[in-house]
């Protein structure tokens, strides 16, 4: 059964006209969950992309991000809401459709010259991407690659991140439905 086939939709949520994609009866199931992590995981082993640590955006990012630092055998940075981490942040803030939001991480979480791959749950705007790339070209990082399980291709993001110069991955997409 494809990942996409175990993707619930909920029409109308969080407001009227939206198809919300929820990826939580994938993550549930252990076959999806491991599919997700293994197709991701053979993508990056099989196309040489080089990077040498996982970044994942809360909340989601961080069971996938988490998963694929084990197998890959890479190191785990949270990008976090504000307010979530202890240590001395920098943060990033963003466009929402009603306004703005932000995101930080720890200012010492990555050396300078370090390659990134930044991993999220869905791409569809692309400003929670862009806000978690801004954050590691702040701290020294570079971004080599962004991998989602999910991409919203009609809702723009995706162009947004190749019009900036990011090249992302991603298992499934909904297009116009």
């Given at each position: 059964?494809?990942?996409?086939?175990?993707?619930?939709?909920?029409?109308?949520?969080?407001?009227?006209?939206?198809?919300?994609?929820?990826?939580?009866?994938?993550?549930?199931?252990?076959?999806?969950?491991?599919?997700?992590?293994?197709?991701?995981?053979?993508?990056?082993l099989e196309?040489?992309?080089?990077?040498?640590?996982?970044?994942?955006?809360?909340?989601?990012?961080?069971?996938?991000?988490?998963?694929?630092?084990?197998?890959?055998?890479?190191?785990?940075?949270?990008?976090?809401?504000?307010?979530?981490?202890?240590?001395?942040?920098?943060?990033?803030?963003?466009?929402?459709?009603?306004?703005?939001?932000?995101?930080?991480?720890?200012?010492?979480?990555?050396?300078?010259?370090?390659?990134?791959?930044?991993?999220?749950d869905l791409?569809?705007?692309?400003?929670?991407?862009?806000?978690?790339?801004?954050?590691?070209?702040?701290?020294?990082?570079?971004?080599?690659?962004?991998?989602?399980?999910?991409?919203?291709?009609?809702?723009?993001?995706?162009?947004?991140?190749?019009?900036?110069?990011?090249?992302?991955?991603?298992?499934?997409?909904?297009?116009?439905?």
């Amino acid at each position: 059964m494809p990942i996409k086939s175990r993707i619930r939709t909920i029409p109308d949520y969080p407001k009227k006209g939206i198809m919300f994609r929820d990826i939580t009866t994938l993550l549930k199931d252990p076959v999806g969950f491991r599919l997700v992590i293994d197709q991701i995981t053979q993508h990056y082993l099989e196309n040489g992309i080089n990077f040498d640590m996982i970044i994942g955006m809360e909340a989601r990012g961080f069971i996938i991000g988490g998963a694929l630092s084990y197998t890959l055998g890479k190191g785990f940075v949270p990008i976090r809401k504000p307010g979530k981490l202890p240590g001395e942040t920098v943060n990033q803030e963003y466009q929402l459709e009603y306004g703005t939001d932000k995101v930080e991480m720890h200012i010492d979480a990555l050396e300078k010259g370090t390659r990134v791959l930044l991993v999220d749950d869905l791409l569809a705007t692309g400003g929670t991407a862009l806000a978690g790339a801004a954050l590691i070209e702040k701290v020294g990082g570079v971004v080599a690659d962004m991998a989602f399980i999910v991409n919203l291709p009609d809702i723009g993001g995706q162009k947004k991140l190749e019009e900036k110069g990011y090249s992302l991955f991603s298992l499934t997409e909904f297009e116009g439905d």
